[in-house]
């Protein structure tokens, strides 16, 4: 599936990352919990890939994994860099400083990603003392500049954290992430915490940065709606592992995989004519430390057959780059959004 060429920024191959589960005053091994069991994309240089899926899915895990938050625990992150890829899981923490200028993350909460007992000056003016890249007036006049750039006036520059909004912290999160000029930016839940209203805008703002600094997105959301907006390309992730992924607007009105149908279903519509038909998994998701056998969404499955439940599903390409992992993907007709009007 990995289509390494000159295009791809970013390559992830068969990603796992597991976590011991102990018990007893011994501290004895007695499981682990498969948060990512072998996934595989790649990101190409200027593209938004949307990472979906309901929470404890991994899709956090794997950004985490991707900025070395996480050592995986088998895998490949291959990132480009001066025309040659790093395996990024094989470089020392020590040396990972480098790549942290080129691979850079926008957090999910705006109220506890920012520091209270520091200024705006402060916050976004760290990364470019840490890497020593300016100081004193220079910095300042870079930290305007950047508050400019995300829509913040200048004159906030010496105010602390709580005289903002959600919206307006989440700028200045924004603002501290472009300060070295990133090239890839791991966006985990970018707008999540923030009303609806200041949604769009922050995406739209987004958008825009993109454009202008040529950014490479790694956009993670539970909610389609959003990622429908901004990603050039969807992965939706189930339990740890892959279960579609096609270009934003094929998922949307042409799902293959049944998961992928019940996240559609609850998108709100807008639109006159657009419809779906709410759609209601039975259970809960399971346990991570002891996934069902076969494809692991059989459980809460309503066209579940004999077969999902004893042999794990192939990752397989439908046609157009289309990728699913579900044995009746070619014989279900599955309901996306469909506009009637």
Known sequence: MIESDNSNLLEVKNLKMYFPIYQGLLRRLVGHIRAVDGVNFFIREGETLGLVGESGCGKTTVGRCIVRAYQPTNG??????????????????????????????????????????????????????????????????????????????????????????????????????????????????????????????????????????????????????????????????????????????????HPLHPYTEALLSAVPKFEPGMETHRILLSGEVPNPSNPPSGCKFHPRCRYAREICSKEVPKWRDMGNSHYVACHLADQLTLQGITNNS
């Open 76 to 253: 490949e992150i291959l990132y480009r860099k001066d025309g040659k890829y790093v395996d990024l899981t094989k470089i020392p923490y020590k040396k990972l400083k480098i790549y942290r200028r080129d691979i850079q993350t926008i957090f999910q909460d705006p109220f506890s990603s920012l520091n209270p007992y520091m200024t705006v000056l402060d916050i976004v003016g760290e990364p470019l003392k840490v890497h020593k890249i300016a100081q004193g007036r220079e910095l300042k006049n870079q930290v305007k500049d950047l508050l400019n750039r995300v829509g913040l006036s200048v004159k906030y520059i010496s105010r602390y954290p709580n005289a903002f909004s959600g919206g307006q912290r989440q700028r200045i999160g924004i603002a501290r992430t472009l300060a070295l000029k990133p090239k890839l930016i791991i966006a985990d839940e970018p707008v999540s915490a923030l009303d609806v209203s200041i949604q769009a805008q922050v995406v739209n703002l987004m958008k825009d940065l993109q454009g202008e600094f040529g950014l490479t997105y790694l956009f993670i959301a539970h909610d389609l709606s959003i990622v429908e907006h901004i990603s050039d390309r969807v992965l939706v992730m189930y339990l740890g592992s892959m279960a579609e992924l096609v270009n934003s607007e094929e998922l949307y009105f």
